[in-house]
């Protein structure tokens, strides 16, 4: 296997990684549940879901 292949392999890995979590966040955003994210000093933060999947669609 190539570095070309295994790059192109590593991204259609990452495509359908973005993909499940963003179809996990509009799952919670709809039962009104919260998610764990990382805060600027890494440190864990609760956050609404609702708030995560409206900021994934503006950077759209």
Do not use: F, W
């Amino acid at each position: 296997m190539t570095v070309h292949e295994i790059q192109k392999d590593a991204l259609v890995g990452l495509d359908v990684l973005r993909e499940a979590v963003r179809e996990e966040l509009e799952k919670k955003a709809k039962l009104g549940q919260q998610a764990v994210v990382c805060d600027k000093n890494g440190k864990p933060k609760v956050v609404s879901a609702k708030y995560l999947v409206r900021k994934l669609r503006g950077h759209k």
